[in-house]
T-cell receptor, first 116, second 115 residues
Framework: AQKITQTQPGMFVQEKEAVTLDCTYDTSDQSYGLFWYKQPSSGEMIFLIYQGSYDEQNATEGRYSLNFQKARKSANLVISASQLGDSAMYFCAMRELNSGYSTLTFGKGTMLLVSP | EAGVAQSPRYKIIEKRQSVAFWCNPISGHATLYWYQQILGQGPKLLIQFQNNGVVDDSQLPKDRFSAERLKGVDSTLKIQPAKLEDSAVYLC?????????????FGPGTRLLVL
């Protein structure tokens, strides 16, 4: 089974609007972390936001927030006030503890296009 | 603070040739990762080093891929011989000690095309 599922291959949004990118995950671990990365066309993976499984509040970083619903095993990324520079691939990733070291597993990504 | 450096940025080779990629992590980062990202997919971990020791290489095709991290700093990833399906972006990342809440910082990647 897929550990990270991103069901939206592509999303379109107009500048200044908010957009939600979906991510569901599958794990039997109690302790895990969820990450979102942005990958522009240049190829570099840029860290956006982190949510720990024991964090009670949703993570926020500037215009990025993570809508964490533990019972549903979802960790959706919300980008407020979209900008043209937000056009990129977005990857959801999960880290589970494995023999004391942690492995980061990525989803297939969602391409976000922001139009003027 | 300098980020993760990788070279070359692009490489085109013919199948059955060999190729090597280089990575210099962020200064002081003990953990180094190599990922393979095939077009249209998310990155997949190939190998993880803690200092100069291998922590996880379960997804590394060891018949053709090898990696080393001498002195616990720079790392090289080698493919010999290359196959068409090795065409991908190879990403190097590093983190401070490899803890579960740590952010991994990625380099710009090396785009490999095998003809």
């Amino acid at each position: 089974a897929q550990k990270i599922t991103q069901t939206q291959p592509g999303m379109f949004v107009q500048e200044k609007e908010a957009v939600t990118l979906d991510c569901t995950y599958d794990t039997s671990d109690q302790s895990y972390g969820l990450f979102w990365y942005k990958q522009p066309s240049s190829g570099e993976m840029i860290f956006l936001i982190y949510q720990g499984s024991y964090d009670e509040q949703n993570a926020t970083e500037g215009r990025y927030s993570l809508n964490f619903q533990k019972a549903r095993k979802s960790a959706n990324l919300v980008i407020s006030a979209s900008q043209l520079g937000d056009s990129a691939m977005y990857f959801c990733a999960m880290r589970e503890l494995n023999s004391g070291y942690s492995t980061l597993t990525f989803g297939k990504g969602t391409m976000l296009l922001v139009s003027p | 603070e300098a980020g993760v450096a990788q070279s070359p940025r692009y490489k085109i080779i013919e199948k059955r040739q060999s190729v090597a990629f280089w990575c210099n992590p962020i200064s002081g980062h003990a953990t180094l990762y190599w990922y393979q990202q095939i077009l249209g997919q998310g990155p997949k971990l190939l190998i993880q080093f803690q200092n100069n020791g291998v922590v996880d290489d379960s997804q590394l095709p060891k018949d053709r891929f090898s990696a080393e991290r001498l002195k616990g700093v720079d790392s090289t990833l080698k493919i010999q011989p290359a196959k068409l399906e090795d065409s991908a972006v190879y990403l190097c990342a590093s983190s401070l000690v490899g803890g579960p809440q740590e952010t991994q910082y990625f380099g710009p990647g090396t785009r490999l095309l095998v003809l």
